[in-house]
């Protein structure tokens, strides 16, 4: 259920276009992800930041394609938060004992150094390419191609590549011992 509500503007935005235009797409993004963070926070009482940068990323570049009529703004927003997101994997190498990938899994997984390392790396390879074939596909293919590969493409491909790292660090998952 927490996958449906983080995709819920990317799904609006979709649907809004399909209906409308990217301007009504965009508008309708904005107004959902408010309202997902709003929601979020009446449920939790806190925000959660991944739901305030991408609120605050779509809101500049969603806005400066509201206000110049101009769709570029807004296909450039997935690159920027790709690229923050690689960017803070591999800053994450500098701060602290661990990388972001052995905070956010070693509860679940204990596995060498070594092996965190090269999956933080892996992720900060993925969202540099996912940013840089979203502006490929955004500049090479018509503006509805692009919506298509902006919920279906990157989604997809975001899947994918969960599954290959649950695959790689399935090794290294303790089985339950069965009680006796």
């Excluded at 929601?39 to 779509?58: D, V």
Aim: glycine residues 6%; charged residues 15%.
């Amino acid at each position: 259920m927490k996958f449906l509500f983080d995709l819920f503007p990317i799904i609006l935005f979709f649907i809004a276009y399909k209906m409308y235009d990217i301007y009504v797409a965009t508008a309708v993004a904005i107004a959902a992800a408010f309202v997902q963070t709003g929601l979020f926070w009446l449920k939790n009482r806190r925000f959660e930041k991944m739901h305030l940068i991408t609120l605050g990323i779509l809101v500049v570049f969603g806005g400066l394609t509201l206000i110049l009529r101009d769709p570029v703004f807004i296909k450039w927003k997935p690159t920027v938060v790709n690229w923050l997101f690689g960017a803070t994997f591999m800053g994450s190498r500098f701060i602290g004992d661990k990388t972001l990938v052995e905070r956010m899994m070693s509860h679940a997984i204990t596995a060498p150094v070594a092996v965190w390392q090269r999956i933080n790396w892996a992720w900060v390879i993925f969202f540099i390419s996912m940013g840089i074939l979203n502006i490929y596909v955004a500049y090479n293919y018509s503006e509805a191609a692009w919506v298509n590969f902006k919920l279906f493409g990157m989604m997809g491909l975001t899947l994918v590549f969960v599954f290959g790292q649950a695959f790689y660090l399935s090794r290294y998952m303790e089985a339950e011992e069965e009680p006796k």
